[in-house]
Nanobody, 120 residues
Framework: QVQLVESGGGLVQPGGSLRLSCAASGVISSISAMGWYRQAPGKQRELVTT???????NYADSVKGRFTISRDNGKNTLYLQMNSLKPDDTAVYYC??????????????WGRGTQVTVSS
């Protein structure tokens, strides 16, 4: 079984920063793409950013220049540095990962999410 556990969310004032982490654990052979998604109240879940195993990144236009995704492959951990936060960034943030199991099967896993609230 594979688990993804997010941490680092919280309440921050507009213009502030937060760093989210997502740790993957379990019987993992390797992890290819990883990503962050978010879901605000009353809205659909949306892509924030993704990163490949070799470090290639992709960002939603709404977070370009403010958010930075990174990963530590040795620790199976994903990060999201969020700067210049806005109230519109308020959402539950979820990480996901495309995991290759020891059986060689590929499977996508999701974390349970961490709340980010941007408010004065």
């Amino acid at each position: 079984q594979v688990q993804l556990v997010e941490s680092g969310g919280g309440l921050v004032q507009p213009g502030g920063s937060l760093r989210l982490s997502c740790a993957a654990s379990g019987v993992i052979s390797s992890i290819s793409a990883m990503g962050w998604y978010r879901q605000a109240p009353g809205k659909q879940r949306e892509l924030v950013t993704t990163i490949t195993s070799s470090g290639g990144t992709n960002y939603a236009d709404s977070v370009k220049g403010r958010f930075t995704i990174s990963r530590d492959n040795g620790k199976n951990t994903l990060y999201l540095q969020m700067n210049s936060l806005k109230p519109d960034d308020t959402a539950v943030y979820y990480c996901n990962a495309d995991v290759r199991l020891l059986s060689a099967a590929m499977k996508k896993y999701w974390g349970r999410g961490t709340q980010v609230t941007v408010s004065s």
